[in-house]
């Protein structure tokens, strides 16, 4: 069912109240102490047709329906309705064959070779060509592009960097074999490359439709954010910005016509996402995993889930992002890795995991998911909750409280204040962000929520973007896409590197991570354990909590599956009755 790739994306973030003097000893939790289905069981006989009612729990989406230049969640779930990727993946997120493309890899040469199917159309009923492949690497390697997805795993492209710079017309390593093949040679080919959203470039867009908008132009035209056009399961028939968009199905999808006639997607607020489902009112839903002891029993749906390669952070602003480069400060208060090591040993996320979030989230030991299990090191500690290493911390880095006020001051005897962005969104995000400002408070640093108020999610990633002055700290959250390598999200020149930390030997870290030795397991295996020991270590940001992915299914559901590379399309879905079932 995940077969659309979400390559890199944002996530909205919920939390809650705690205080560390009712927790006691923190208590690691084991994400495998929780066991849920990801796929429905439905042995009731299938209506014809039907429309699904999809709930998108949380912030509105922004509207940016194209793979090219959207850069947040919330898009990529509409995404997911109307466009698939180009190459399919298996549940390790490895590349194959079952997608609607075919690659052929060629380490000896650093060249794939990708082939699409004949014969398959548009949603808008035109041919689908490798053209549709080829314009991607156009658009996003374009001078004025304005996205987030010109990286170092697209400036790996042989001649990419020349057409980027303006220095070129053509991609000199992009090779139209023939209208429905693309050969591509690289610079490096490390092991990334096998991996989906690693070093290939997995999207396909349709070039008649787009060619004629420029691409400084491209994320507000109609012809992204009101009249998409894909080669998904549905097709968009119209869009309510922010509230809400109606789908029928794609006659043209490539794996066949979709077995329902359509999707309704509403934004539904945290606050009455579960009271919507428990009434019947929608089929499909993220539910708060701090309220699942209120729905894990109901009796109109069942509860999927699944690990997810995603995570909450605490990140520190460090500098800006200028001339496509991160650039730091060492000027910030924050630039001093002695603070932000003490802020993280500051907060128990063991504590908020179990007693908030039922085993369903528990704290991150490093910046790679365990669902990666070969890259994941689990021997790196982390930050366990320990206020008075904390204190030591600052104590022994010169860090004192000269004027008896309760907090520090920096090293040349000012008071600072550290301004912290955090997330709207459920119950629990207030009393969350007020933990933490308690706990920083307790450990000496003054810490204040900018303008005094929790920020709605667009707003807040934009003002990330833009680097906004008012942040110094900010809680958000990652989701990392099929490849762990972690250069799109902190590499020196990546946009999503929203902290702008860079030192030489991180780059050296991240480069050992992107080699052509890195293609050996063990080589990769070692350059993975040294980034994840050297990032916990410098500390641009705190990894806070993993999290299982839970999503609750209407009874009347029938052939879904979230697991990632699930066989299952969402062509195949089915419903057994005309409305979906009050509890």
Same mark, same amino acid.
């Given at each position: 069912?995940?077969?659309?790739?979400?390559?890199?994306?944002?996530? #909205?973030?919920?939390?809650?109240?705690?205080?560390?003097? %009712?927790?006691?000893?923190?208590?690691?939790?084991?994400?495998?102490?929780?066991?849920?289905?990801?796929?429905? *069981?439905?042995?009731?006989?299938?209506?014809? #047709?039907?429309?699904?009612?999809?709930?998108?729990?949380?912030?509105?989406?922004?509207?940016?329906?194209?793979?090219?230049?959207?850069?947040?969640?919330p898009?990529?779930? /509409?995404?997911?309705?109307?466009?698939?990727?180009?190459l399919?993946?298996?549940?390790?997120?490895?590349?194959?064959?079952?997608?609607?493309?075919?690659?052929?890899?060629?380490?000896?040469?650093?060249?794939?070779?990708?082939?699409?199917?004949?014969?398959?159309?548009?949603?808008?009923?035109?041919?689908i060509?490798?053209?549709?492949?080829?314009?991607?690497?156009?658009?996003i390697?374009?001078?004025?592009?304005?996205?987030? &997805?010109?990286?170092?795993?697209?400036?790996?492209?042989?001649?990419?960097?020349?057409?980027?710079?303006?220095?070129?017309?053509?991609?000199?390593?992009?090779?139209? /074999?023939?209208?429905?093949? @693309?050969?591509?040679?690289?610079? $490096?080919?490390?092991?990334?490359?096998?991996?989906?959203?690693?070093?290939?470039?997995?999207?396909?867009?349709?070039?008649?439709?787009?060619?004629?908008?420029?691409?400084?132009?491209? %994320?507000?035209?109609?012809?992204?954010?009101?009249?998409?056009?894909?080669?998904g399961?549905?097709?968009?028939?119209?869009?309510?910005?922010?509230?809400?968009?109606?789908?029928?199905?794609?006659?043209?999808?490539?794996?066949?016509?979709?077995?329902? !006639?359509?999707? $309704?997607?509403?934004?539904?607020?945290?606050?009455?996402?579960?009271?919507?489902?428990?009434?019947? &009112?929608?089929?499909?839903?993220?539910?708060?995993?701090?309220?699942?002891?209120?729905? *894990?029993?109901?009796?109109?749906?069942?509860? @999927?889930? !699944?690990?997810?390669?995603?995570?909450?952070?605490?990140?520190?602003?460090?500098?800006?992002?200028?001339?496509?480069?991160?650039?730091?400060?060492?000027?910030?208060?924050?630039?001093?890795?002695?603070?932000? $090591?003490?802020?993280?040993?500051?907060?128990?996320?063991?504590?908020?995991?179990?007693?908030?979030?039922?085993g369903? &989230?528990?704290?991150?030991?490093?910046?790679?998911?365990?669902?990666?299990?070969?890259?994941?090191?689990?021997?790196?500690?982390?930050?366990?909750?320990?206020?008075?290493?904390?204190?030591k911390? @600052?104590?022994?880095?010169?860090?004192?409280?000269?004027d008896?006020?309760?907090?520090?001051?920096?090293?040349?005897?000012?008071?600072?204040?550290?301004?912290?962005?955090?997330?709207?969104?459920?119950?629990?995000?207030?009393? @969350?962000?007020?933990?933490?400002?308690? $706990?920083?408070?307790?450990?000496?640093?003054?810490?204040?929520? /900018?303008?005094?108020?929790?920020?709605?999610?667009?707003?807040?990633?934009?003002?990330?973007?833009k680097?906004?002055?008012?942040?110094?700290?900010?809680?958000?959250?990652?989701?990392? #896409?099929?490849?762990?390598?972690?250069?799109?999200?902190?590499?020196?020149?990546?946009?999503?590197?929203?902290?702008?930390?860079?030192?030489?030997?991180?780059d050296?870290?991240?480069?050992?991570?992107?080699? !052509?030795?890195?293609?050996e397991?063990?080589?990769?295996?070692?350059?993975?354990?040294?980034?994840?020991?050297?990032?916990?270590?410098?500390?641009?940001?705190?990894?806070?909590?993993?999290?299982?992915?839970?999503?609750? /299914?209407?009874?009347? %559901?029938?052939?879904?599956?979230?697991?990632?590379?699930?066989?299952?399309?969402?062509?195949?879905?089915?419903?057994?009755?005309?409305?979906?079932?009050?509890?």
């Open positions: 069912m995940r077969k659309t790739l979400k390559k890199l994306f944002v996530l #909205g973030a919920s939390a809650l109240l705690l205080s560390s003097a %009712v927790f006691g000893p923190a208590a690691t939790v084991s994400a495998q102490s929780v066991d849920l289905p990801t796929q429905v *069981k439905n042995e009731e006989k299938s209506i014809e #047709g039907g429309i699904l009612r999809y709930a998108m729990v949380g912030p509105a989406f922004a509207g940016v329906l194209n793979t090219m230049v959207y850069d947040a969640n898009d990529a779930v /509409v995404l997911g309705f109307l466009q698939d990727s180009l399919g993946y298996d549940e390790n997120f490895l590349l194959d064959n079952s997608g609607f493309g075919d690659i052929e890899f060629d380490q000896k040469n650093k060249q794939v070779t990708i082939k699409i199917p004949k014969g398959h159309k548009w949603s808008d009923g035109e041919d060509t490798i053209d549709d492949v080829i314009f991607p690497y156009y658009v390697g374009h001078k004025d592009y304005t996205g987030v &997805r010109y990286g170092d795993d697209v400036s790996n492209v042989v001649g990419m960097e020349e057409y980027h710079e303006g220095k070129a017309d053509k991609i000199s390593g992009l090779e139209r /074999v023939d209208d429905y093949t @693309l050969r591509v040679t690289y610079k $490096q080919f490390p092991n990334s490359m096998l991996q989906a959203g690693g070093g290939v470039m997995n999207y396909i867009e349709p070039e008649h439709y787009l060619k004629d908008v420029p691409v400084k132009d491209l %994320v507000d035209s109609d012809k992204v954010r009101k009249n998409p056009v894909g080669m399961a549905f097709r968009v028939t119209k869009v309510v910005p922010g509230e809400s968009v109606t789908f029928e199905a794609n006659e043209y999808y490539w794996r066949g016509k979709p077995k329902l !006639d359509g999707v $309704q997607l509403d934004v539904v607020s945290d606050e009455t996402s579960i009271a919507e489902m428990k009434a019947g &009112r929608y089929d499909i839903a993220s539910l708060p995993a701090d309220q699942y002891e209120v729905f *894990k029993d109901a009796k109109n749906m069942q509860v @999927l889930g !699944d690990i997810q390669n995603a995570y909450t952070y605490i990140g520190f602003k460090l500098g800006k992002f200028e001339d496509g480069e991160n650039k730091p400060d060492d000027s910030k208060v924050i630039a001093d890795k002695a603070i932000r $090591q003490a802020m993280a040993y500051a907060i128990d996320n063991d504590a908020i995991g179990e007693r908030f979030y039922h369903l &989230r528990w704290r991150a030991n490093t910046p790679i998911t365990p669902n990666f299990k070969e890259y994941h090191d689990d021997s790196v500690e982390g930050y366990p909750y320990d206020m008075e290493k904390a204190k911390i @600052l104590a022994d880095a010169g860090y004192k409280d000269a008896g006020d309760g907090f520090i001051e920096d090293k040349n005897g000012k008071p600072f204040t550290l301004n912290f962005a955090s997330m709207a969104g459920g119950e629990t995000a207030q009393p @969350l962000a007020e933990y933490y400002m308690q $706990q920083w408070a307790e450990l000496g640093i003054d810490v204040k929520l /900018v303008k005094g108020q929790l920020m709605e999610f667009n707003a807040f990633y934009e003002a990330l973007k680097d906004a002055e008012d942040i110094d700290v900010y809680q958000g959250a990652w989701g990392t #896409g099929g490849d762990p390598n972690p250069s799109g999200l902190y590499g020196r020149k990546a946009a999503f590197n929203y902290t702008r930390w860079a030192t030489e030997e991180h050296k870290l991240l480069e050992a991570i992107g080699s !052509d030795e890195a293609f397991d063990e080589f990769r295996k070692k350059a993975f354990s040294d980034w994840q020991k050297y990032m916990m270590e410098e500390l641009p940001i705190i990894p806070t909590l993993y999290r299982y992915n839970i999503t609750a /299914v209407n009874n009347r %559901v029938k052939n879904y599956d979230i697991k990632v590379g699930s066989d299952l399309s969402l062509a195949d879905v089915e419903l057994t009755a005309e409305e979906p079932y009050a509890e």
